[in-house]
T-cell receptor
């Protein structure tokens, strides 16, 4: 079945440092979504990428979808304490008819 | 308020109890989901409903019994649970079975 892997599992950074999480799928994806879950909260939709090689930005967050549509990354520039939480990717495989979540990357930021 | 409402927010139950979790959405979505999230573990998909029909049961023990009476409501009936079932249970909905997901705030379940 479809597998979506995320690395790293945990990342600890000093405030102001950059952060990147990577998402890799065993199959070609139709789209990929990213979610953020704050500590004690629930996952909240951030963005969806659909096109091969697509890059989208939200303030300090940059999202990329690979050319082969099998991988994606989320990069945060100059992290802030408000960035703490777990970031999940979810890849849609239309052949499988469903999206599969990665295991998430938990980010902690030291002030 | 996310548009997906889960009740109760917290639940403590004994292993012999029967309880139900409720999820409600008025976003006009056609797909609804139950996820289990344990401490330091990823999101585990439990059940998927599309247009009130169950389309996926991810090898969930029978002590968890879902019910979807209509496209707006989803229940998870619990009976004779084990302490390892203690977790955050998240309900989500999406327009169709392909995402984008809107999650509820979850029910924090503790089995004693």
């Amino acid at each position: 079945g479809q597998q979506v892997m995320q690395i790293p599992q945990y990342q600890h950074v000093q405030e102001g440092e950059d952060f990147t999480t990577y998402c890799n799928s065993s199959t070609t994806l139709s789209n990929i979504q990213w979610y953020k879950q704050r500590p004690g909260g629930h996952p909240v939709f951030l963005i969806q990428l659909v096109k091969s090689g697509e890059v989208k930005k939200q303030k300090r967050l940059t999202f990329q979808f690979g050319e082969a549509k099998k991988n994606s990354s989320l990069h945060i520039t100059a992290t802030q304490t408000t960035d703490v939480g777990t970031y999940f990717c979810a890849g849609l495989n239309t052949n499988a008819g469903k999206s599969t979540f990665g295991d998430g990357t938990t980010l902690t930021v030291k002030p | 308020e996310t548009g997906v409402t889960q009740t109760p927010r917290h639940l403590v139950m004994g292993m012999t109890n029967k309880k139900s979790l409720k999820c409600e959405q008025h976003l006009g979505h056609n797909a609804m989901y139950w996820y289990k999230q344990s401490a330091k573990k990823p999101l585990e998909l439990m059940f998927v409903y599309n247009f009130k029909e169950q389309t996926e049961n991810n090898s969930v023990p029978s002590r968890f019994s879902p019910e979807c009476p209509n496209s707006s409501h989803l229940f998870l009936h619990l009976h004779t649970l084990q302490p390892e079932d203690s977790a955050l249970y998240l309900c989500a909905s999406s327009q169709d079975s392909w995402g984008l997901y809107t999650f509820g705030s979850g029910t924090r379940l503790t089995v004693v």
